[in-house]
């Protein structure tokens, strides 16, 4: 499979790459593809892809990218141990089962007001109005992030995932580098205030950390916010909107959850597998001469581990293209694994389950709207843009 049998920009592969993703398995599960930042090998199975994301012969820091005069934000996802260790430890805290679990009565208030908004105005576009703001909402209050910001650093949040993606033109690529730079500035004055008044937030946790004990240097606490501000929204975003997508798509399995409730945690994780919201891993490079599916990676050269693929590799899951909320064993790997497995997978997994469930009761008559839903051009995160839904 030569590299001008992938066209990442064509229109039926953004729409559903999972074709392209069996195709790449069977002929080219180490496949070359050349792109703005000098290409990167893709992996596509199974057992490759978790190799990838589990082997620490594969890194991630990003300074090695850093031009000279560019100041670099180092954060847990960009580094590797020992520092990766530190950072993550801080953070932490914030996102174990314990803590997320005792915020799911206030992630249900929200849930509730944003459907009762929707059901006042009598239609519903479900980015914008439902799986855009619920997780916006959640992580901003959880950092200590202003509400009347939260639409501002959304439009920043999506220059940024659309301008890092192997997809993204020039223009994008500078939208992004514009966005990172508004979120500097606007961090910079959010923690300069926090300073001065702390708060019971995670933002004000992360100062001390930096101020009394020297754990976090100026560049990482900035690089931690906007890590967390952007990764503490966009996969909840998305695994809210593909799973309503792909229940729609399937009645059958909508109506089984629908009369089967218990089955609400299973069907959130079959979600994540079959439509998985970040299909392939972020920066990692070799760094050191190392093999993957017969093929010889060089140091410095980028790898990419499709995460998207692996969750439909029949090797790991019978009959992978059928949704089956009941789907057991589910291994699936969109929430990585490893060191740098999501530390946000509790929260983003509560909130997907009280969105879907507020979702069916507040409307069960939900259906596709006339206009098609459309997706965003994109490799990394897959998402729909636009998504009309009818109810009646």
């Known amino acids: 499979m030569d590299a001008s049998a992938l066209d990442l920009r064509d229109p039926a592969f953004v729409r559903d790459p999972y074709p392209f993703y069996a195709r790449m398995r069977a002929e080219a599960p180490a496949y070359w593809l050349p792109h703005g930042n000098g290409g990167m090998w893709m992996f596509t199975r199974y057992a490759d892809v978790e190799l990838i994301l589990k082997d620490l012969r594969f890194k991630k820091d990003t300074s090695r990218l850093v031009r000279p005069g560019e100041q670099n934000f180092p954060q847990m996802l960009n580094t590797d141990p020992p520092d990766h260790t530190r950072l993550r430890s801080l953070v932490s805290k914030a996102f174990t089962p314990k ?18 908004r929707a059901k006042a105005k009598g239609e519903l ?93 100026a560049e990482e606490l900035i690089g931690t916010c906007i890590l967390l501000l952007i990764a503490g929204h966009e996969t909840t975003v998305n695994l809210i909107g593909n799973g309503t997508h792909a229940l729609l798509r399937h009645p059958e399995e909508l109506e089984r959850l629908r009369k089967n409730p218990g089955l609400l945690e299973s069907a959130v994780e079959e979600l994540l597998r079959y439509d998985a919201p970040v299909q392939r891993s972020t920066f990692r490079y070799a760094g050191e001469e190392a093999e993957v599916a017969g093929q010889v990676i060089q140091p410095g050269q980028q790898v990419s581990a499709v995460i998207g693929s692996a969750n439909r590799d029949p090797e790991a899951f019978p009959d992978p293209d059928r949704l089956d909320l009941g789907r057991t064993p589910n291994r699936h790997q969109s929430f990585g694994r490893g060191i740098h497995f999501c530390l946000g997978a509790p929260l983003a997994r509560l909130e997907a389950q ?33 998504f009309p839904v009818a109810f009646a």
């Open 99 to 116: 803590v997320v679990e005792g915020m799911g009565p206030h992630i249900q208030d929200i849930v509730s007001y944003l459907l009762e």
């Open 125 to 217: 576009e479900l980015m914008a109005d439902f799986a855009m703001p619920l997780p916006v909402i959640v992580i901003a209050e959880l950092m200590g992030v202003p509400m009347e910001d939260r639409e501002q650093f959304r439009e920043w949040s999506t220059y940024f995932a659309l301008g890092n993606d192997a997809l993204a033109t020039p223009e994008a690529r500078e939208r992004a580098g514009l966005g990172i730079q508004s979120l500097v500035g606007y961090f910079q004055h959010l923690l300069a205030q926090r300073r001065q008044e702390p708060r019971d937030d995670l933002i004000s946790g992360l100062i001390a950390a930096h101020d009394e004990g020297g754990k976090l240097s």
């Open 354 to 386: 009280l969105a879907l469930k507020g979702l069916l009761e507040a409307f069960p008559e939900l259906e596709f709207a006339a206009e098609a839903p459309t997706w965003r051009p994109a490799t990394m995160f897959r998402g729909l843009e636009r």
